[in-house]
């Protein structure tokens, strides 16, 4: 049995697109770890900018949208920056809209990724439970009443629908 946690703030813009958090290199030290020939490569590639070139640069990441539901509400620049860290009313529930309250849509790239765990897990044989870590509804609710509850509810029937396990399997694309 595979159990795997899925958190809300993974979908949200900055845990999808923040070049940090993709791990680009060690994914590509990875795909080529049983061909040494090619990581003898690795240091000339990196400095042509060719060795895990696919994934967004910190200016690109910058300037991704961020959204509220399918409203666009502003960049990443505008949630990420010395004076977001400070705290403040205003800043802790623009935190919980950039966390949290972007619409999961069913092509979102991390459920594709889900997918396919359960896909090669039954394949496999294997059992797999995907459980959803708690969200601080409460604060949530406090901080953006009335549109905190019903966007978070959606995203989880969506991962709930697009997850679920029954004798066919989680649902395909």
Known sequence: MLVVPVNLRSFSAEWDQKPQYRFSELRTDLRYADQQWV???????RMLGLWAADEPTQQEYLAAPVRKGAEVVGTVQDFENPTFEQPSPDRTRDKFVFHYLAEVSHDHRKLQSLRRIAMKAR????????YLTPVDEQTGESLLPGEFRPLVKSNVRLLERELHHG???PRSV
């Open 167 to 169: 004798r066919d399997g």
């Open 39 to 45: 990581l003898g490569l690795r240091g000339p590639l």
């Open 123 to 130: 394949a496999a044989g294997s059992r797999v439970i995907f």
